[in-house]
T-cell receptor, first 111, second 112 residues
Framework: EDQVTQSPEALRLQEGESSSLNCSYT??????LFWYRQDPGKGPEFLFT???AGEEKEKERLKATLTKKESFLHITAPKPEDSATYLC????????????FGRGTSLIVHP | DSGVTQTPKHLITATGQRVTLRCSPR?????VYWYQQSLDQGLQFLIQ???????AKGNILERFSAQQFPDLHSELNLSSLELGDSALYFC???????????FGPGTRLLVL
């Protein structure tokens, strides 16, 4: 069974204080790893897809990286508007291709 | 805006009732997925349809059913509702069956 564990569960940062969110996973074969941002009461918003170990993708203050066992979402000099829950999901390379989602990391950035 | 639309945004109903949630996928997407999100369970996959056919099933209760119509919109039917069915219900769509999923804004269901 595919498993995704995200840590920490919650993270409080000061504006400008860089940090990283972790997503550890086990999957029989990885087709892709997804990062989403979710604001309270809203639908998850797609951020990145990573396909192979060593791959990196960036968008504004966010950078996602991937190894064979985990992914990191690095947040550089965060702003209050980056406050949200960040979800990680792994998609298996066979079967139904349905992603398994982690419980998310709730990020609060204080001004 | 992901391009996925869901109606209604909010739904309040009583135990034992039946409701229908509607989803329109992004233009061109053939796959529709339904998810349930509650505070204690996280995002749980319910069911997937691809071009009108059921493709994959997750932890969907027998009281719940779904279908995808020829115009590719989908409906999730929830019947004999219980208090524990109160949650956010999301629809997502993708081009085929393996690509990135894009989520709609969700329907918040409250069962009293």
């Amino acid at each position: 069974e595919d498993q995704v564990t995200q840590s920490p569960e919650a993270l409080r940062l000061q504006e400008g204080e860089s940090s990283s969110l972790n997503c550890s996973y086990t999957v029989s074969g990885l087709r892709g790893l997804f990062w989403y941002r979710q604001d309270p009461g809203k639908g998850p918003e797609f951020l990145f897809t990573l396909y192979s170990a060593g791959e990196e993708k960036e968008k504004e203050r966010l950078k996602a990286t991937l190894t064979k066992k985990e992914s990191f979402l690095h947040i550089t000099a965060p702003k209050p508007e980056d406050s949200a829950t960040y979800l990680c999901a792994v998609q298996p390379s066979g079967g139904s291709y349905i992603p398994t989602f982690g419980r998310g990391t709730s990020l609060i950035v204080h001004p | 805006d992901s391009g996925v639309t869901q109606t209604p945004k909010h739904l309040i109903t009583a135990t034992g009732q039946r409701v229908t949630l509607r989803c329109s996928p992004r233009s061109g997407d053939l796959s529709v997925y339904w998810y349930q999100q509650s505070l204690d369970q996280g995002l749980q996959f319910l069911i997937q349809y691809y071009n009108g056919e059921e493709r994959a099933k997750g932890n969907i209760l027998e009281r719940f059913s779904a279908q995808q119509f020829p115009d590719l919109h989908s409906e999730l039917n929830l019947s004999s509702l219980e208090l524990g069915d109160s949650a956010l219900y999301f629809c997502a769509s993708s081009a085929g069956g393996q690509e990135t999923q894009y989520f709609g804004p969700g329907t918040r269901l409250l069962v009293l």
